[in-house]
């Protein structure tokens, strides 16, 4: 039995609970200042309101004030904050860290400098820990196509563990795996990173044709929808992705696996950033959209805003062409002016017409 | 102008009908002895009835019987073919070939042999003509994702050409490119089919996950459906599209571009594929599957069942593994024995766990 501590109680990190408890595992969720209402409702009635699911028996649901306690003697954090949440937890967790901690993390994201950097988040995490704990603690993310009312729902789910320490993956995979929720695993830490944030970010070029096909009218007589779009959107997502992992010198075949395609495929199914990518496709601009969308973390827009402020010095350093990543540059341009009705298809795919 | 003859009036085939009378081309559509009531729709009230359209003004439908008179001055054929007519089309259009003709084919799927030999479609074709017209003609298939009635809608679609012949795509490319349809071009002809072959077959897989969601009882009360089981199927999916694409040789980015995700995609989004999974997923055997099914041509089945006569001499040969193409293994297990409700997943992704 490990002693372990979730750190966010929103549904992803929470759902993590579900196969821990499983296998037996002590297991305590501490929520956020932002997760006030989940923890008094796994307080007092055992119940988890944004998974709607009764919790596992036997977890300790903590507020964020009861942290100290909550962190004690745990091996295993698991970081369960969003995006906007990743320098919080560094700065929150920093003074209770003890040296041989692992903190695994479920955010999905990354951030960029105006010289190029593009920072993944258990990198950006690392930063914000006290100087004497950074390199006493072992980093870990999971990625791979997950929703988490599925995991908590005991379905089969298949992750990808990264770490850039071997003997810490291993033994994460063994206290997570149980038989539905498939573990695997890789060192590259980075290339995971990078899919899981960009996965994020195209499908927003998923939901701007929902919402393009409605503002055309909808499904026309004849029952035509525009999956042909969307899956040219989905291939160029595909394709840009594959080639920021060559830029990462990372992993190019996570690509068409588990992190990439199949991660973008669940995510491209439903949910938040879907509905984003729709409004803005129906015409709405992103201000007019996030106040539809109130309450609701952008992480797909943050992504590309945070993007938009590297390619401009990668494209300068000649890292990246002007010709790539035309997804990319048409999804900033919508973030920042709104969507104009052409997906300029024609950019797509630059280095397809190989004649050989 | 160019004179164009589609032969087979599915809907695939007919729907390219639009790109090129938008172009101004002459077309002319010629049904197959098993699209009687389709043509006689087309030349009685000018409406395709798969298709729910009226046809492009303009157009000249024509039976089978009339085939010579259809193909008299052409210079580009359609094969409309699906994947059963591949022999009827090159034994039909035969004794009417003359030099110089283009023969692009929407037909998905391929041919194997109990050596292992993967033989695409456009090689089953000219092997079937006769020995003094196959090398006077030129042969090309489209690619990528295309939802036919999307098409005849004029809905944007983004489609690969591949032929071995570089100006011979150029040509077709002109003559076929409008403002809805976007083509880009390949000579590798060998990974385009594979990528069309393969991304129905792995299809059938997406609908398995529907089928059993079904049985187990489908969405829970916490709305939990079965995406995290159909995106890992669709990640595997396209792992091992691309490892028969390195196999073969050929280009392994399709995997992740239009050829491959991209495709796979859009099949995944409905059509007679999933519904073929979704049965067998239920439970019910090939058999019952197809009597259900009647009348539809089960292509994915087709491509599982060629497969799995070349895949024990490829593995006896070592080309593969037996560790290799778990999906596909179980998808031929699926056809041969029916769903036993296991999906294998610990299986799936075998090159996955990389430590650097």
Known sequence: MTQIAIVGAGVMGSATAWPLRDNGHDVR????????????????????????????????????????????G?????????????????????????????????TKGLEATETGELKIFPDVLRDELPADRRDQVTQAAIGGPCIAGELAGQRQSCVVFGSPNGAVLERLAATFRTSYYHVWKTTDLRSLEICAAFKNAYTLGVGLAAGWLEK????????????????????????????????????????????GAGDYYVTAQGGRTLRLGRLLGLGKSYAEARQILAGETLEAAEVILQVAKALPALTAQGVVTPQEFPLLRLLIEVIEQGFKGDFRLDEFFPGMNIMR
């Open 74 to 106: 745990v091996e295993i954090i698991v970081s369960g904050v969003n995006s906007l949440g990743v320098h919080w937890i560094a700065k929150t967790l920093g003074p209770h860290l003890r040296p041989g901690q692992i903190i695994i993390s479920v």
């Open 216 to 259: 055309s009218g909808g499904v026309d007589p004849a029952e035509a929808y525009m999956h042909n779009l969307a899956a040219a959107i989905f291939g160029q997502g595909c394709t840009e992705m594959a080639r920021w992992l060559e830029i990462a010198g990372g992993t190019q075949s996570f690509a068409y696996g588990l992190p």
């Open 29 to 72: 969720l501490v929520g956020t200042h932002l997760d006030r209402d989940i923890i008094l409702s796994c307080k007092e009635q055992h119940f988890h309101p944004r998974l709607k699911r009764r919790l596992p028996e036997g977890m300790r649901p903590y507020f964020v004030e009861e942290i100290a306690q909550a962190l004690e």
